[in-house]
């Protein structure tokens, strides 16, 4: 018996053979605790999302073996009972049904296991939890972008999943509405004590997680607990684009600067400057 929320002991995915093969995880040996709000960083192509469809038995490893909350997810007697009961995914589009408002959306995945006063009930608290009371009967498309991804957490909160899977949940949005999302699960994680595993390109995914992977052709090449603010700041620096730059003596660093970068800079220099 393991105390493990999240155990993956070799995890190998190989697409295709031989010469050709693409190793998408490359023996992945993770451990999450209960509770953990863990953010997976990497390159696009590292294996981020393949690594969260394992975890959440949306597909099969080539070798190795995934233990999700105490069962072994290759020996899982009821696949679509354990999507339902003890994942919730949120994806970078919403996924929402366009036809349903976002209290009817919520309460789709408790369909035929929640008696329809109880589904209501809960969708309504899931609303007000995601800040969306107000917009109850609203449909996806008379919702903003950031309104439809917070449906969607509280979609995927639904049937009280022991893990929320979030693949890329900021991606589509402007960088405010991202912040909200990322801050939202935070408060998820602590209010619902839901384990979080979110992938993400944003580096300030960092200060709202507790912890960050980073992977690297299909393995994880870096794993640490965030800490001191700044010292997080100062390894995504060093880990960017512009860290690069900065390290290559030919280049022009300041040119190449995207916008979170230059939101980190600007954070570093104002704490640095006291
Ligand atoms: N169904 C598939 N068939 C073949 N190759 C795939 C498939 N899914 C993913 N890959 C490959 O596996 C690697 C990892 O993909 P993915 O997990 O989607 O990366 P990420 O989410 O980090 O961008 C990539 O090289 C990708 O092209
Ligand atoms: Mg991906």
């Given at each position: 018996?393991?105390?493990?929320?999240?155990?993956?002991?070799?995890?190998?995915?190989?697409?295709?053979v031989?010469?050709?093969?693409?190793?998408?995880?490359?023996?992945?040996?993770?451990?999450?605790?209960?509770g953990?709000?863990?953010?997976?960083?990497?390159?696009?192509g590292?294996?981020?999302?393949?690594?969260?469809?394992?975890?959440?038995?949306?597909?099969?490893?080539?070798?190795?073996?995934?233990?999700?909350?105490?069962?072994?997810?290759a020996?899982?007697?009821?696949?679509?009972?354990?999507?339902?009961?003890?994942?919730?995914?949120?994806?970078?589009?919403?996924?929402l049904?366009?036809?349903?408002?976002?209290?009817?959306?919520?309460?789709?995945?408790?369909?035929?296991?929640?008696?329809g006063?109880?589904?209501q009930?809960?969708?309504?608290?899931?609303?007000?939890?995601?800040?969306?009371?107000?917009?109850?009967?609203?449909?996806?498309?008379?919702?903003?972008?950031?309104?439809?991804?917070?449906?969607?957490?509280?979609?995927?909160?639904?049937?009280?999943?022991?893990?929320?899977?979030?693949?890329?949940?900021?991606?589509?949005?402007?960088?405010?509405?991202?912040?909200?999302?990322?801050?939202?699960?935070?408060?998820?994680?602590?209010?619902?004590?839901?384990?979080?595993?979110?992938?993400?390109?944003?580096?300030?995914?960092?200060?709202?997680?507790?912890?960050?992977?980073?992977?690297?052709?299909?393995?994880?090449?870096?794993?640490?607990?965030?800490?001191?603010?700044?010292?997080?700041?100062?390894?995504?620096?060093?880990?960017s684009?512009?860290?690069?730059?900065?390290?290559?003596?030919?280049?022009?660093?300041?040119?190449?600067?995207?916008?979170?970068?230059?939101?980190?800079?600007?954070?570093?220099?104002?704490?640095?400057?006291?």
């Amino acid at each position: 018996m393991t105390d493990l929320l999240i155990e993956s002991i070799h995890l190998t995915k190989t697409y295709g053979v031989g010469e050709t093969a693409i190793h998408a995880l490359d023996d992945v040996n993770l451990q999450v605790q209960p509770g953990e709000f863990v953010a997976i960083m990497g390159p696009s192509g590292c294996g981020k999302s393949t690594l969260l469809n394992m975890l959440g038995a949306l597909d099969q490893p080539t070798a190795g073996e995934v233990w999700v909350a105490g069962e072994n997810l290759a020996r899982l007697k009821n696949v679509d009972n354990f999507r339902a009961n003890t994942v919730g995914f949120v994806f970078q589009l919403h996924n929402l049904l366009p036809t349903l408002t976002a209290l009817e959306n919520i309460e789709v995945p408790m369909q035929g296991r929640v008696g329809g006063r109880e589904r209501q009930r809960r969708a309504r608290h899931l609303l007000d939890l995601v800040g969306l009371g107000e917009r109850a009967g609203h449909l996806p498309n008379q919702l903003s972008g950031g309104q439809r991804q917070r449906v969607a957490i509280a979609r995927a909160l639904a049937n009280s999943p022991k893990l929320v899977l979030a693949d890329e949940p900021t991606g589509a949005l402007d960088s405010q509405s991202g912040a909200e999302i990322l801050a939202l699960l935070g408060e998820l994680n602590r209010s619902e004590g839901a384990t979080i595993a979110v992938v993400t390109h944003d580096p300030r995914v960092a200060q709202a997680t507790q912890r960050v992977l980073r992977m690297q052709d299909g393995r994880i090449v870096e794993d640490h607990r965030v800490d001191d603010p700044l010292a997080e700041d100062l390894r995504m620096l060093a880990f960017s684009k512009l860290g690069d730059t900065i390290l290559d003596p030919d280049d022009a660093p300041l040119e190449d600067m995207t916008p979170e970068e230059e939101a980190i800079l600007r954070r570093m220099i104002l704490r640095l400057r006291g």
